[in-house]
C-alpha cells in the first residue's frame, strides 16, 4: 500500500526567504508526483507535475525534483511572498492505479511580511 | 487545463439528511473523481464515476451511503446520504487531463458540516 509522508507538518518563515518542501513515499513504481497548493478551505491548484522518468520541473519560483529510486520529492520555493502561504500537498500516481492520487497530509508554509 | 465547478460551495446539514453535490466540467472527460477531505487529514478517494456504467468505490466506501450518478461526458453528482457528524468533511470533484501527462484537475470543494 502506498504511504505518502510530507515533512514539515508547519513551516513559518520570513518573507524573501528560500525554503524547501519534503515528501516520501514507500512504493517507487509510481507513474508520476504532482504537488498542488491549497488554500484555507478551498479546492486544490496544480503546481507541478514531474512524470517518473523526469528528475526535476520548474514553473516561476518553484522547482520540484523526483527521486524515484529512493521515493522523495522536494519543492523548492525562492524568494517567498505572504502570498505563498498556503497547505501544500503532494500526491502520486501508482502505476497502473487508473489515475487514484495518494495523497500526504500537507505541509501548512506561513510567510510572514 | 479543465475548469471545474461544484455546487454548493458549503452547506451545513442536520443528522440523518442526505446532500447531493454537484460537479461541471467545462470539457468531456472519460472519468470523474469523487475525494474526501476530513479535517486535518489528507485526501481520499471515494470512488470513480464512469459515464455509462456505475461507479467504482474504494475500500470503506459503499453506494448505499455515496450514491454517485454520471449522466453525460461532462457533469457528475454525489450524494451524502444519511448525514452523520463523521461526514463533515471537504469534498472535491476531480478529473484527469486529456493529454500523455495524466495531470489532475480538481475542483474549488463543497464544504459540508453536519450538526
Known amino acids: 500500500k502506498q504511504e505518502v509522508t510530507q515533512i514539515p507538518a508547519a513551516l513559518s518563515v520570513p518573507e524573501g526567504e528560500n525554503l524547501v518542501l519534503n515528501c516520501s513515499f514507500t512504493?517507487?513504481?509510481?507513474?508520476?508526483l504532482q504537488w498542488f497548493r491549497q488554500d484555507p478551505g478551498k479546492g486544490l491548484t496544480s503546481l507541478l507535475l514531474?512524470?517518473?522518468?523526469?528528475r526535476e520541473q520548474t514553473s516561476g519560483r518553484l522547482n520540484a525534483s523526483l527521486d524515484k529510486s529512493s521515493g522523495r520529492s522536494t519543492l523548492y520555493i525562492a524568494a517567498s511572498q505572504p502570498g505563498d502561504s498556503a497547505t501544500y500537498l503532494c500526491?502520486?500516481?501508482?502505476?497502473?492505479?487508473?489515475?487514484?492520487?495518494?495523497f500526504g497530509k500537507g505541509t501548512l508554509l506561513t510567510v510572514n511580511p | 487545463s479543465a475548469v471545474i465547478s461544484q455546487k454548493p460551495s458549503r452547506d451545513i446539514c442536520q443528522r440523518g439528511t442526505s446532500l447531493t453535490i454537484q460537479c461541471q466540467v467545462d470539457s468531456q472527460v472519460t472519468m470523474m473523481f469523487w475525494y474526501r477531505q476530513q479535517p486535518g487529514q489528507s485526501l481520499t478517494l471515494i470512488a470513480t464515476a464512469n459515464q455509462g456504467s456505475e461507479a467504482t468505490y474504494e475500500s470503506g466506501f459503499v453506494i448505499d451511503k455515496f450514491p454517485i450518478s454520471r449522466p453525460n461526458l461532462t457533469f457528475s453528482t454525489l450524494t451524502v446520504s444519511n448525514m452523520s457528524p463523521e461526514d463533515s468533511s471537504i469534498y472535491l470533484c476531480s478529473v484527469p487531463s486529456s493529454g500523455i501527462y495524466n495531470e489532475q484537475f480538481f475542483g474549488p470543494g463543497t464544504r459540508l458540516t453536519v450538526l
Open positions: 514531474i512524470q517518473s522518468s523526469q
Open positions: 500526491a502520486v500516481k501508482r502505476r497502473g492505479s487508473n489515475y487514484k492520487l495518494t
Open positions: 512504493d517507487s513504481a509510481i507513474y508520476n
